[in-house]
């Protein structure tokens, strides 16, 4: 049955960190694994819950590690947090950013106007430059009722220094204790990604596969959108975790080296 699946796949929806690397170190399965891809005639694209940088940093960091790719082939949160906005928001054209420069560009660039005063809406992204000002300026609009939206729910960034990187949704969590108010949350588990992914690459859901290596942002969202999941135990989660889990995966593997190996053999003539 898996290796049924497996052979249907035509599109294949990556994680990042924890996935394909963690940190600045790539894994050594990921080079080959890509160029597996390829050659089955695979396409892919780079999906990650992390805000703090912009497409075109990702595409430097990428390349720095060895990967060619392209703006096109990578989908981020600030994605689904410029849609919600454009769709459900349309007057909100100001937006307080709790958040790196590089997200703020990107609403910038997308037409909004970034400021403190007077926004129309609070946005919460993974804020490595957080200070304790700007931290109370999000709390004190949020209080006033404004739209609450965060870009993701995750708690901690993957690392392999010796720290724990405090997350989005850890920032959205001391917000909340503060105000009250719990965010909207999108990015990773949201289905729409997927889904939406699907509809750009014309494939349908039975023929996409989610690789990550995290439970509730990753398997969960392949769970709900219908597609393939994939999980890799480079990152995150634990065998034990995942046989424990209600968002139970298609398939674990060690890393993507032995998922691009469980392709390829789906497609050998039987």
């Given at each position: 049955?898996?290796?049924?699946?497996?052979?249907?796949?035509?599109?294949?929806?990556?994680?990042?960190?924890?996935?394909?690397?963690?940190?600045?170190?790539?894994?050594?399965?990921?080079?080959?694994?890509?160029?597996?891809?390829?050659?089955?005639?695979?396409?892919?694209?780079?999906?990650?819950?992390?805000?703090?940088?912009?497409?075109?940093?990702?595409?430097?960091?990428?390349?720095?590690?060895?990967?060619?790719?392209?703006?096109?082939?990578?989908?981020?949160?600030?994605?689904?947090?410029?849609?919600?906005?454009?769709?459900?928001?349309?007057?909100?054209?100001?937006?307080?950013?709790?958040?790196?420069?590089?997200?703020?560009v990107q609403f910038e660039e997308a037409g909004f106007h970034v400021t403190w005063d007077s926004?129309?809406?609070?946005?919460?992204?993974?804020?490595?430059?957080?200070?304790?000002?700007?931290?109370?300026?999000?709390?004190?609009?949020?209080?006033?009722?404004?739209?609450?939206?965060?870009?993701?729910?995750?708690?901690?960034?993957?690392?392999?220094?010796?720290?724990?990187?405090?997350?989005?949704?850890?920032?959205?969590?001391?917000l909340a204790a503060a105000t009250g108010r719990r965010p909207v949350v999108l990015g990773k588990?949201?289905?729409?990604?997927?889904?939406?992914?699907?509809?750009?690459?014309?494939?349908?859901?039975?023929?996409?596969?989610?690789?990550?290596?995290?439970?509730?942002?990753?398997?969960?969202?392949?769970?709900?959108?219908?597609?393939?999941?994939?999980?890799?135990?480079?990152?995150?989660?634990?065998?034990?975790?995942?046989?424990?889990?209600?968002?139970?995966?298609?398939?674990?593997?060690?890393?993507?080296?032995?998922?691009?190996?469980?392709?390829?053999?789906?497609?050998?003539?039987?």
């Amino acid at each position: 049955m898996t290796s049924d699946r497996l052979a249907q796949i035509r599109h294949v929806v990556l994680d990042l960190d924890g996935t394909l690397y963690r940190g600045d170190r790539l894994f050594p399965s990921t080079l080959p694994f890509l160029a597996g891809l390829r050659s089955l005639g695979i396409g892919y694209t780079f999906l990650t819950n992390n805000t703090s940088r912009s497409k075109a940093d990702y595409v430097a960091k990428l390349k720095r590690l060895g990967i060619d790719a392209s703006e096109d082939q990578i989908y981020t949160p600030a994605d689904s947090a410029i849609v919600y906005l454009r769709e459900r928001l349309p007057d909100a054209r100001a937006i307080a950013v709790l958040g790196t420069p590089s997200l703020c560009v990107q609403f910038e660039e997308a037409g909004f106007h970034v400021t403190w005063d007077s926004p129309q809406a609070v946005i919460v992204g993974f804020d490595m430059t957080l200070t304790y000002e700007r931290l109370c300026r999000a709390a004190y609009w949020i209080s006033r009722e404004l739209p609450f939206i965060a870009t993701h729910p995750d708690l901690v960034c993957p690392t392999d220094e010796p720290t724990v990187l405090v997350d989005c949704g850890s920032i959205c969590a001391c917000l909340a204790a503060a105000t009250g108010r719990r965010p909207v949350v999108l990015g990773k588990p949201d289905p729409i990604i997927l889904l939406d992914l699907c509809a750009r690459h014309s494939v349908a859901p039975h023929e996409m596969a989610m690789v990550g290596d995290r439970l509730y942002t990753d398997m969960a969202m392949a769970h709900r959108a219908g597609v393939f999941a994939a999980l890799v135990l480079t990152g995150e989660a634990t065998a034990e975790q995942a046989a424990a889990s209600e968002f139970a995966a298609d398939l674990v593997v060690s890393d993507v080296g032995e998922f691009g190996r469980r392709l390829e053999e789906a497609r050998r003539p039987r």
